[in-house]
T-cell receptor, first 115, second 116 residues
Framework: EPEVTQTPSHQVTQMGQEVILRCVPI?????FYWYRQILGQKVEFLVS????????KSEIFDDQFSVERPDGSNFTLKIRSTKLEDSAMYFC?????????????FGSGTRLTVV | AQSVAQPEDQVNVAEGNPLTVKCTYS??????LFWYVQYPNRGLQFLLK??????LVKGSYGFEAEFNKSQTSFHLKKPSALVSDSALYFC??????????????FGDGTTLTVKP
């Protein structure tokens, strides 16, 4: 069964440092998403992406965040200057056109710890 | 604005008994509703969705959900619970605009514990 792959599984970074979280979506999916979950609690929407553009973003997704699809397979989330409150599990997801409103395939997540 | 409420933080049920995990929603327009499950230290797994059509939706692992428009509810059900169903369950509501990627709003989650 096709999977969404995220790397690394765990990243520790110092406050103020830049981090890049990487995701390889399912190959025939054209819609991409980032969500985050703090301490196993609520899952929060960050950003959705289609046709090399951001479709929607939340209030959390401020100027410190950016997304990119640098080639035909990767989808990255960059946090320019990390804060302690950015510590969370970050989930990448992808979907087909039919499932673009939900029912995504999620990756296993990257646990980001900011110290 | 869209929102989802899961009124129960925790649901406990004995193995073999039916289970229900409750969800209510608030959206403007037609609702797109979803259930996901999360096992410890794992990602979210899609269980089922309601877009249109029959109010009773069947999904993975024997789960089903009933869409009730008048009560704005989308409760998750299973006729006979298994210990392996113990996990964190999230209800979500989605929106889309045209052909763009959409977004989903998740509830706070309900921890289901099935005891032998």
């Amino acid at each position: 069964e096709p999977e969404v792959t995220q790397t690394p599984s765990h990243q520790v970074t110092q406050m103020g440092q830049e981090v890049i979280l990487r995701c390889v979506p399912i190959s025939n999916h054209l819609y991409f998403y980032w969500y985050r979950q703090i301490l196993g609690q609520k899952v929060e929407f960050l950003v959705s992406f289609y046709n090399n553009e951001i479709s929607e973003k939340s209030e959390i997704f401020d100027d410190q965040f950016s997304v990119e699809r640098p080639d035909g397979s990767n989808f990255t989330l960059k946090i320019r200057s990390t804060k302690l409150e950015d510590s969370a599990m970050y989930f990448c997801a992808s979907s087909t056109y039919r499932d673009r409103e939900g029912g995504y395939t999620f990756g296993s997540g990257t646990r980001l710890t900011v110290v | 604005a869209q929102s989802v409420a899961q009124p129960e933080d925790q649901v406990n049920v004995a193995e073999g008994n039916p289970l229900t995990v409750k969800c209510t929603y608030s959206v403007s327009g037609n609702p797109y509703l979803f259930w996901y499950v999360q096992y410890p230290n794992r990602g979210l797994q899609f269980l089922l969705k309601y877009i249109t059509g029959d109010n009773l939706v069947k999904g993975s692992y024997g789960f089903e959900a009933e869409f009730n428009k008048s009560q704005t509810s989308f409760h998750l059900k299973k006729p006979s619970a298994l210990v392996s169903d113990s996990a964190l369950y999230f209800c979500a509501v989605g929106t889309i605009r045209g052909t763009n990627a959409g977004k989903s709003t998740f509830g706070d989650g309900t921890t289901l514990t099935v005891k032998p």
